[in-house]
């Protein structure tokens, strides 16, 4: 069967780092794109950025750019979401999906979810 399992979230300070790992099982990520968004406690999900198969990123939350950045290991069947300087703002529960393209609303596959969680 074939699904997304994110991984990697945790506790870390403001101006701290996590990288988030989405490895994809019962099938091979090589021509997919994989698109990355969050969920805060009473908030909308939010698109943050996309990495297509050709390892372009597009990004769909401007206060991520400059900090957030994605990047694939075919071998290993896994895309990453490394995340810079985060903000108390960044705390959310990310998931990863499956896409063709970066079109959100193309997005399917969800994983369950890696929650971050940034803190004094």
């Known amino acids: 069967q074939a699904q997304l399992v994110e991984s990697g979230g945790g506790l870390v300070q403001p101006g701290g780092s996590l990288n988030l790992s989405c490895v994809a099982s019962?099938?091979?990520?090589?021509?997919?794109?994989i698109g990355w968004s969050r969920q805060a406690p009473g908030k909308e999900r939010e698109n943050v950025l996309c990495?297509?198969?050709?390892?372009?990123?597009?990004y769909y939350s401007n206060s991520v750019k400059g900090r957030f950045t994605s990047s694939r290991d075919n071998a290993k069947n896994t895309v990453y979401l490394q995340m810079n300087n985060l903000k108390p703002e960044d705390a959310a529960l990310y998931s990863c999906?499956?896409?063709?393209?970066?079109?959100?609303?193309?997005?399917?596959?969800w994983g369950q979810g890696t929650r971050v969680t940034v803190f004094s």
């Open positions: 999906a499956l896409g063709n393209g970066c079109v959100p609303a193309d997005f399917r596959q």
């Open positions: 019962g099938f091979s990520l090589d021509y997919y794109s």
């Open positions: 990495i297509h198969a050709t390892n372009r990123i597009t």
